[in-house]
């Protein structure tokens, strides 16, 4: 049985549940009321947990692994293994000033007190750039500390930034871009390793088959090597010849961040009765 942390409440918790729930993992969770959750069809204890405290158990190996945010293993330092990047939980992390504060470039920010909750990553970012800040750890209401008198600039997670802007605060420096990491103890017990592989399959199957679309074409059999050319697929297109001579059925599929460019030139260059289709899983 393998053990994954995943957080109780809070913005990562419904996209976790949904990631294990799309690999078809079933498991009731009221997590107000439990904390650990069994899955009744793979070898899988769902443990709920703040957020904090996920790098922590994952290196004392009270879980195996855990689906945090990267800004938190990073601030955390602990001993785990990044095994994926999830695609959601995403943000930034930034420093902010007061909106009537002047800036000029990270030299703005020197002998600046920075109130933040994440005291390590920031120290690690003013010792790259040689710069001296006087960092004021606090555990939450960030944005408040400069008109409270306690800091000059703060350095938080910023979403959509609105936060800031109601805090008259306005984002000067992006240290890092973060998104949820799926993480595990370095040394599992070859029995967990291989639950977390078969995890990792099921996860990777269903991000592929989000990350592309399957397309259905007619073509005049004489434009087809001009076509194909213009599909990049997986591997060489399936042709099917058509009951009406002198036509064929071309199958592919497509990176979803172009499909629309592809079809553009498709139908540019004589395809006709163009599908596209979801796919459910996609296993490379
Ligand atoms: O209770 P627990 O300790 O588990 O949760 P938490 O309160 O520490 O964390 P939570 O649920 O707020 O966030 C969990 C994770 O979600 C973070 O560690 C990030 O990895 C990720 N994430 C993504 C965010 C945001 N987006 C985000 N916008 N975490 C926090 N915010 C904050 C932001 O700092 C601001 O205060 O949300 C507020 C709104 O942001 P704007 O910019 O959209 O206004
Ligand atoms: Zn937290």
């Not at 729930?21 to 793979?42: M, Y």
């Not at 070898?43 to 879980?63: S, T």
């Not at 970012?125 to 006087?134: I, M, P, R």
């Not at 599909?231 to 497509?254: D, N, Q, R």
Request: with cysteine; glycine share 8%.
């Amino acid at each position: 049985m393998l053990r994954i942390a995943v957080q109780k409440s809070g913005r990562l918790f419904e996209d976790s549940v949904a990631l294990l729930r799309d690999a078809g993992i079933a498991f009731g969770s009221s997590p107000n009321r439990l904390l650990r959750a069994q899955a009744s069809n793979f070898p899988l204890e769902i443990i709920f947990l703040r957020d904090d405290d996920i790098p922590e158990y994952v290196e004392g190996n009270v879980v195996d692994a855990g689906i945090v945010g990267e800004n938190v293993v990073l601030e955390k330092q602990k001993t785990i293994r990044r095994i994926e990047r999830l695609g959601f939980g995403n943000c930034r992390m930034s420093i902010a000033l007061p909106r009537n504060v002047p800036y000029n470039g990270l030299q703005s920010l020197d002998n600046l007190r920075i109130a933040t909750s994440y005291p390590r990553i920031l120290e690690g970012f003013f010792k790259t750039q040689n710069l001296q800040v006087e960092i004021h750890e606090i555990s939450g209401a960030v944005e408040i500390a400069p008109s409270l008198g306690l800091a000059d600039a703060i350095f938080d997670i910023v979403g959509t930034g609105s936060t800031l802007l109601a805090n008259g605060l306005r984002e000067v420096e992006t240290v890092l871009e973060s998104e949820a990491l799926l993480i595990a103890n370095p040394s599992l017990a070859p029995e967990k390793q291989e639950i977390l592989d078969r995890l990792l399959f099921r996860l990777q199957a269903n991000r592929n088959a989000k990350n592309h679309r399957y397309i259905l074409m007619n073509v005049p059999n004489d434009r087809l090597p001009q076509i194909i050319a213009i599909i990049p697929g997986m591997k060489s297109p399936t042709v099917l010849p058509l009951a009406e001579p002198g036509w064929s059925s071309l199958h592919s599929v497509v990176p979803e961040g172009i499909f629309w460019d592809v079809l553009e030139k498709l139908k540019a260059a004589g395809a006709e009765g163009i599908l596209v289709v979801p796919i459910e899983r996609m296993i490379l």
